[in-house]
C-alpha cells in the first residue's frame, strides 16, 4: 500500500505564494506520473495538475494555468505544487495523487493512491 503525505498548506493572503509537498512511500515512484487535485468545500473533486513519471512533461487545468507550477523529485520520492498569485477561489483541500501509469492524466479514475489532502485557505 502507497503512502502519500501532503504537507505545506495554510492561510494566506490573495496575492501571496504557496508551496505544496508531497512524499511518496512507493518504491517505484520514479515510473509513476503523478497529479494535483483539489476540493472545495460544496464542490467536487477537481483536477489541477499533472506531471509525467520522469518529469518532462505537465498539464495544467486552464483556472491555475500560469500560476502553479508542478514539479518532482524522484530521487527524494516527493512532487511538489508552487502557488503563486494565490486567489480566493483556489481555497479547498489539496490532495496528491498517483496515478496508474507514467503518463500525466488529468482523471481522477486513473489514480490509484491518495494523499489525506492539505487545507489551503486564501484571504481576500
Known amino acids: 500500500q502507497v503512502q502519500l503525505v501532503e504537507s505545506g498548506g495554510g492561510l494566506v493572503q490573495a496575492g501571496d505564494s504557496l508551496r505544496l509537498s508531497c512524499a511518496s512511500s512507493?518504491?517505484?515512484?520514479?515510473?509513476?506520473?503523478m497529479g494535483w487535485f483539489r476540493q472545495a468545500p460544496g464542490k467536487e473533486l477537481e483536477f489541477v495538475a499533472t506531471?509525467?513519471?520522469?518529469?518532462?512533461?505537465?498539464h495544467y487545468a486552464p483556472s491555475v494555468n500560469g500560476r502553479f507550477t508542478v514539479s518532482r523529485d524522484n530521487a527524494k520520492n516527493t512532487v511538489s505544487l508552487e502557488m503563486n498569485d494565490v486567489k480566493p477561489e483556489d481555497t479547498a483541500r489539496y490532495y496528491c495523487a498517483q496515478a496508474r501509469g507514467s503518463a500525466g492524466v488529468a482523471h481522477l479514475n486513473d489514480y490509484d493512491y491518495w494523499g489525506q489532502g492539505t487545507q489551503v485557505t486564501v484571504s481576500s
Open positions: 512507493e518504491h517505484s515512484f520514479s515510473t509513476y506520473a
Open positions: 506531471i509525467s513519471a520522469r518529469g518532462s512533461a505537465t
